[in-house]
């Protein structure tokens, strides 16, 4: 089934250590996006991607990194996590670099920092 | 600022049709969207409206004023399993979009 997979479902982390979120499609889709969804607050923007070679900063980008090698994946570092990054995260892709398609969604990545 | 607003909760009752809104304020406009998402779960696409007026899709339809930054998602006939949050979210003028916080609803029997 085409769609967007992240890995890992979930992860409890200790602050200050290295954490790697996966991402990976199979759509061929141009453009790929990570958010963060914290209770009471909107999806926010970390990192985009509009097509393989280019990322840009989002909303929210300290304390993350991003690479897009290839069309397909994704992946969001966190170089030395710290508990305010405890939070959802998905992984989205569109096919439109300008960003007027829909948005396809991973099932997320729950983080816990401690 | 940029800023969506959104009722945080909403309560219907099965059967019954219920409108969420929405008000935006963007730098520029490319449009407005609305996700559902259940708990514990990705969004997934509802509509996307660029210009004024209604669009029906089956039970929901979506409705744009960018004269008044306002939108609204119109869910008729409901069911149990339309218990979920709603998103709304504006694109700007550099294409990137601005997510409100969501709706959630509550459907009761």
């Known amino acids: 089934i085409a769609g967007i997979t992240q890995a890992p479902t979930s992860q409890i982390l200790a602050a200050g250590r290295r954490m790697t979120l996966r991402c990976t499609q199979d759509?061929?889709?141009?453009?790929m996006y990570w958010y963060r969804q914290d209770l009471g607050l909107g999806l926010r923007l970390i990192h985009y991607s509009n097509t393989a070679g280019t990322t840009g900063k989002g909303e929210v980008p300290d304390g993350y990194s991003v690479s897009r090698a290839n069309t397909d994946d994704f992946p969001l570092t966190l170089a030395s996590a710290v508990p305010s990054q405890t939070s959802v995260y998905f992984c989205a892709s569109s096919d439109s670099g300008t960003g007027t398609g829909e948005l396809f969604f991973g099932e997320g990545s729950r983080l816990t920092v401690l | 600022g940029q800023n969506i607003d959104q009722p945080t909760e909403m309560t219907a009752t099965e059967g019954a049709i219920v409108q969420i809104n929405c008000t935006y304020q963007?730098?520029?406009?490319?449009?407005l969207f609305w996700y559902q998402q259940h708990a514990g779960e990705a969004p997934t696409f509802l509509s996307y409206n660029v210009l004024d007026g209604l669009e029906e899709k089956g039970r929901f339809s979506s409705f744009l004023s960018r004269s008044k930054g306002y939108s609204y998602l119109l869910l008729k006939e409901l069911q149990m399993k339309d218990s979920a949050s709603y998103l709304c979210?504006?694109?700007?003028?550099?294409?990137?979009?601005?997510w409100g916080a969501g709706t959630k609803l509550i459907i009761k029997p």
């Open positions: 759509m061929r889709h141009n453009a």
């Open positions: 979210a504006a694109m700007d003028s550099n294409y990137q979009l601005i």
């Open positions: 963007t730098s520029g406009f490319n449009g």
